[in-house]
């Protein structure tokens, strides 16, 4: 079955970085488009960058752009996304996603907690 690990989450002070990590399992990992969300305590689920299968495309949401960046390296199914100059308002949880065959799939997702 589908299965998404993420990992590299952490307590960080503003301006720090990190990367976190999510490797996948079920599926043929390099024929799907790979997305990372995030979720704050009392907002939704936002969508912060996407990759296309083979690399081909990335996208990041305009709030983090210049700070954000997705990988992904299919001969270890992974994705990635480095995270820098960190703020307070970065703090939440990041989920890793795939749709495979119409149907959404999360993993258990990672804490990332900026503060000073």
């Known amino acids: 079955q589908v299965r998404l690990v993420e990992s590299g989450g952490g307590l960080v002070q503003p301006g720090s970085s990190l990367r976190l990590s999510c490797t996948a399992s079920?599926?043929?990992?390099?024929?799907?488009?790979m997305h990372w969300y995030r979720q704050a305590p009392g907002k939704e689920r936002e969508e912060v960058a996407n990759i296309s299968p083979s690399d081909r495309y990335r996208n990041v949401d305009d709030s983090v752009w210049d700070r954000f960046f997705i990988s992904r390296d299919n001969n270890r199914n992974t994705v990635y996304l480095q995270m820098n100059k960190l703020t307070p308002a970065d703090t939440a949880t990041y989920y890793c996603n795939v749709k495979v065959r119409a149907q959404d799939y999360w993993g258990q997702g990672t804490q990332v907690t900026v503060s000073s």
């Open positions: 079920g599926f043929t990992f390099g024929n799907y488009e």
